[in-house]
């Protein structure tokens, strides 16, 4: 069957894979909208008195560009050109922590994890929610000042009582979660992109998975990742043409039952 005209109903699901040895290094499979770009720099030829009499093609360039509805973890990296680090049991992440805790008693209180080291910040909250007096950590707890073993934290008597909250701040040893590190000397690479896109039959109404492919792209290390509750987390690929091999091909778009 032959396609001469189709809807391009929806972006369904893009998929991102390392060039060296064809990994998957992510899916977008959330996806908003998405759109498919061409460009041509042309050089123009004039004659007498400034006409254009020509314009002669030099170059091509393409792009797909794709918004998903979630961030996608490997998604960042890869665009970062970012290091992730998982976090276990044997080979923790340190982390920071910022935390409102409650005291148990007038004088005791345990924080959610036990602080590395002995850079704890501890400050009261004020009446507003926010920072209020700051106490010092110490040996032994007195007005002013706290005294930490672990996680368990003990105040002087008067200081505060059972139901308080301060804020505690501080590094510890994460067993779970995740790390990216983006580093200001570490860049994306060049990946495929294939992105699978709902296509309708105009005639018959029949519903095909066409495939885009970029044989050879790279993801743009510019991104703005919105945060709150219109999170969403934006792509473009910009196709490169491979010097190396005779195909000069930008992208395929397989439509194909």
Excluded at 50 to 60: C, H, N, T
Excluded at 112 to 124: E, F, H, W
Aim: with cysteine; hydrophobic share 40%.
């Amino acid at each position: 069957m032959k396609f001469e005209q189709f809807i391009a109903d929806s972006m369904k699901r893009v998929s991102v894979f390392d060039l060296s040895n064809n990994d998957l290094l992510f899916m977008a499979t959330q996806i908003q909208d998405g759109s498919l770009s061409g460009t041509v720099e042309q050089q123009e030829v004039t004659g007498m008195n400034g006409i254009v009499i020509a314009r002669l093609d030099r170059s091509k360039g393409a792009s797909v560009s794709w918004t998903n509805g979630l961030i996608v973890t490997n998604g960042i990296a890869t665009q970062a050109g970012a290091e992730i680090e998982d976090a276990t049991e044997e080979a923790p992440i340190v982390a920071p922590a910022i935390e409102i805790v409650e005291l148990k008693t007038d004088t005791t209180a345990t924080l959610p994890s036990a602080p590395i080291g002995t850079n704890v910040k501890v400050y009261k909250v004020s009446k507003t929610g926010g920072q209020g007096d700051q106490l010092t950590l110490a040996a032994t707890a007195e007005k002013g000042k706290f005294a930490i073993d672990g996680a368990e934290i003990t105040f002087a008597e008067g200081e505060f009582t059972k139901g308080d909250k301060f804020f505690a701040i501080y590094d510890y040893n994460a067993v779970s979660g995740t790390k990216i590190s983006n580093k200001s000397d570490a860049f994306t690479k060049s990946v495929k992109v294939i992105a699978e896109i709902v296509v309708r039959d105009v005639c018959d109404d029949t519903i095909y998975i066409s495939k885009l492919v970029f044989p050879r792209a790279k993801l743009s290390g510019d991104f703005e990742i919105s945060l709150g509750e219109a999170a969403n987390h934006p792509f473009e690929a910009q196709a490169l043409t491979d010097l190396c091999g005779t195909d000069q091909t930008l992208w395929n778009w397989f439509i194909v039952e």
